[in-house]
């Protein structure tokens, strides 16, 4: 793994893994109760299991405690939110700034009034559908079946078997990158196939989602039917990062799903390195020993290009990609 260069985060690293935040004048921030960890590898923390170290992970106590923290930390650092880690591949060079990451104070899942579910940012797809099945929400078992939390669905307009996110969402509350607190309805972030106008540097703290009134026995039905699916056709305990290009709109490609386009190009089982495109499902890359990110990237700009000569169409990738390639961050920082 190769640490990131510095940048102008004002964080002093000590003893162990723990960093002490501090501001611009070099004066220590206290008040600030979450968890910073100067040099933190990704890899374990995504679906790939590859790629390099945040310069800074933080995991805030609660949503307080993250606008302080985001209030206090220079403004010129770079910030991004982590859910699971299901939709990134993290580049070899590790992410500059302050990755933000949602821990249990962020997993829980509230029945309200009129068939509405309260989700911290951090809860899982399951967990928010089994609340739902559980208090007789129908409408959201789709997110039964994407493996991702609620910050990640909110942002990536995450949806499944003909519905998405930005059909249940009611609003939701962001710490902005200037600290400060926010509610956007649904309206106020311009969804569209899988993508959200969310602020850059903006983190989803909590979402309330609307369904119906449903019968639990049937909503399980439903819940079953998907996961049995899914199982069919992806290779779901596998290291990968989930569909990895938008289908395109049907004007540029025939009516022929991404998977489709992939697999005319000849692509199905192509590999770079330990990278590979999934034989079960060929829109899926999969790392199948010790890929690098670089691999998996690389695989994925060669299915582009070859979909391209193949059939004319450009495929955009879904995957979102993030942090610096090996060669752009040599520089080791902290003692992690
Ligand atoms: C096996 C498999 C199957 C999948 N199937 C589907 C599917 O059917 N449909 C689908 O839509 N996706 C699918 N995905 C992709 C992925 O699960 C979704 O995109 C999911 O929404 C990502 O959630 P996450 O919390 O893991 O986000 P991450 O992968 O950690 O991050 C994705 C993006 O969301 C941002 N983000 C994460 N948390 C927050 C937050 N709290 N606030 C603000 N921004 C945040 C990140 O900065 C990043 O830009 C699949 C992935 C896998 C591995």
New binding site residues.
Partial sequence: MTAVKPSSVRVEPSRGAAARLLDTNGVEISGVRGKLTANAPLAPLV?FKAGGAAEHLFEPADADDLAAFLRALDPATPV?????????IVRDGGVPGVVIR?GKPFAKVVAGADHTLTCG?GASGILVSSTARDTGIGGLEFLR?????V??????N???YGRETAEVLVSCDVILRSGEPRTLAASDLGYSY?HSK?PGG???VAATFRGHAADPANIQTEMDRIAASREAS?P?RSK????TFKNPAPEFSGGHKAWELVDKAGCRGLTRGEAQVSEKHCNFLLNTGAATSADIEDLGEDVRRKVKEATGVELEWEI?RVGLSADAAPTKVGNA
């Fill in positions: 679906w991004m939110a982590l859910g699971l880690g299901s939709n990134l949602l940012g079946s994407i493996p991702g939390t910050g990640g669905f909110v942002r990536m995450g949806g499944a899988r969310l903006a983190v989803v992806q779901l990968t990062g989930g569909s979102q």
